[in-house]
Nanobody, 125 residues
Framework: QVQLVESGGGLVQAGGSLRLSCAAS????????MGWFRQAPGKEREFVTG????????LHGDSVKGRFIISRDNNKNTVFLQMNALKPEDTAVYYC??????????????????WGQGTQVTVSS
């Protein structure tokens, strides 16, 4: 069982940056692939980015390539999402998720086993 808690959301102006964190409970954090998803009002939850267990492979959604960076610190049981050059269309609730898939980054919601409660990110124009 893994419990995930996101933090770091808030209000930022377009062009600004935010860093989200997701702290995981349990001693097996390093064995999970971790992902970030987001859900804007009235829209479906979508894949943002993910990182496998070591040796790490990362995957980014097309809308965030070149702007968002995912990383993990297994010693701290934490995955990070550095968001740069934010746009109003990045406004959403951001969710952290953990998956048992090891060899690739899953992009479908059903491929993730554990979810956090989400953190709101609002980008003003």
């Amino acid at each position: 069982q893994v419990q995930l808690v996101e933090s770091g959301g808030g209000l930022v102006q377009a062009g600004g940056s935010l860093r989200l964190s997701c702290a995981a409970s349990g001693r097996t954090f390093s064995s999970y692939t971790m992902g970030w998803f987001r859900q804007a009002p009235g829209k479906e939850r979508e894949f943002v980015t993910g990182i496998t267990r070591s040796p790490t492979i990362t995957l980014h959604g097309d809308s965030v390539k070149g702007r968002f960076i995912i990383s993990r610190d297994n010693n701290k049981n934490t995955v990070f999402l550095q968001m740069n050059a934010l746009k109003p269309e990045d406004t959403a609730v951001y969710y952290c998720a953990a998956s048992v898939f090891g060899g690739r980054v899953p992009t479908l919601l059903r491929e993730y086993d554990y979810w956090g409660q989400g953190t709101q990110v609002t980008v003003s124009s």
